[in-house]
């Protein structure tokens, strides 16, 4: 494959997207083509499968239904978008990719991570991101600006517990991971944080 793929994560408030937006800008500033794409979703068929997943009225939806939605919208995503623009040479930057399920499903949910691995495996088991961004964020706080946001969805209804799981697991992946993975404090003002972003992609280029 051509092009880089980098992946955004981190827990609910973190600003994930005014930094995708910053750093397609900095790509876009190497003259590199780059594409922002995010998960669950992504492609028609994909937003479909968010739709049902983040519904708050889904009350019902079992952990492994959730599970197996993620990795179908995944794969729709990998095979009708992913994989064809890396190999045109373009840079992917997707807003959350397979690590948000180890911390969600596996952290959050308590769900075996050994299942979502063989998921992993069957669905891209030759494709990694090149780089992954962990924006970290004291968990009060990030609840506190998503609720600022906008009105909560299935996941942001979960509690504070569910949600230092989150952070913990990312934390730990990161630990795991470390070649690929680069933890930004998300706490500072902006500016800082782009810095530190910037920082950490300079490697890539
Ligand atoms: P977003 O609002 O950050 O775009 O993501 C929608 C929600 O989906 C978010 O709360 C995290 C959750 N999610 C998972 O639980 N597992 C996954 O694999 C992905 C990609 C997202």
Same mark, same amino acid.
């Given at each position: 494959?051509?092009?880089?793929?980098?992946?955004?994560?981190g827990?609910?408030?973190v600003g994930?997207?005014?930094?995708?937006?910053?750093?397609?800008?900095?790509?876009?500033?190497?003259?590199?083509? =780059?594409?922002?794409?995010?998960?669950?979703?992504?492609?028609?068929?994909?937003?479909?499968?968010?739709?049902?997943? /983040?519904?708050?009225?889904?009350?019902?939806?079992?952990?492994? *239904?959730?599970?197996?939605?993620?990795?179908?919208?995944?794969?729709?995503?990998?095979?009708?978008?992913?994989?064809?623009?890396?190999?045109?040479?373009?840079? =992917?930057?997707?807003?959350?990719?397979?690590?948000?399920?180890?911390?969600?499903?596996?952290?959050?949910?308590?769900?075996?991570?050994?299942?979502?691995?063989?998921?992993? !495996?069957?669905?891209?088991?030759?494709? @990694?991101?090149?780089?992954?961004?962990l924006l970290d964020l004291d968990?009060?706080?990030?609840?506190?600006?998503?609720?600022?946001?906008?009105?909560?969805?299935?996941?942001? !209804?979960? #509690? /504070?517990?569910?949600? #230092?799981?989150?952070? #913990? *697991?990312?934390?730990?992946?990161? !630990?795991?991971?470390? @070649?690929?993975?680069r933890i930004i404090d998300a706490s500072p @003002?902006?500016?800082d944080v @782009?810095?530190s972003i910037?920082?950490a992609?300079?490697?890539?280029?």
């Amino acid at each position: 494959m051509n092009g880089k793929f980098i992946t955004i994560e981190g827990g609910e408030g973190v600003g994930k997207s005014s930094n995708i937006a910053h750093i397609k800008c900095v790509i876009e500033k190497r003259g590199i083509p =780059v594409i922002v794409t995010r998960e669950p979703g992504g492609t028609l068929i994909g937003e479909k499968i968010r739709t049902l997943l /983040i519904d708050p009225e889904n009350l019902n939806l079992h952990a492994n *239904t959730e599970l197996l939605l993620m990795f179908a919208a995944r794969t729709q995503h990998l095979e009708e978008k992913i994989i064809p623009h890396l190999n045109k040479g373009s840079w =992917v930057i997707c807003d959350r990719f397979t690590d948000a399920t180890y911390a969600y499903q596996g952290g959050g949910r308590g769900l075996d991570m050994h299942k979502i691995s063989i998921l992993e !495996q069957w669905v891209h088991a030759n494709i @990694q991101p090149d780089m992954t961004l962990l924006l970290d964020l004291d968990v009060a706080t990030g609840l506190s600006r998503a609720k600022k946001r906008s009105a909560a969805d299935r996941f942001e !209804q979960e #509690n /504070i517990e569910f949600f #230092n799981k989150v952070r #913990n *697991t990312y934390l730990s992946l990161a !630990q795991q991971h470390s @070649q690929r993975y680069r933890i930004i404090d998300a706490s500072p @003002q902006m500016g800082d944080v @782009q810095k530190s972003i910037e920082h950490a992609i300079e490697g890539l280029f």
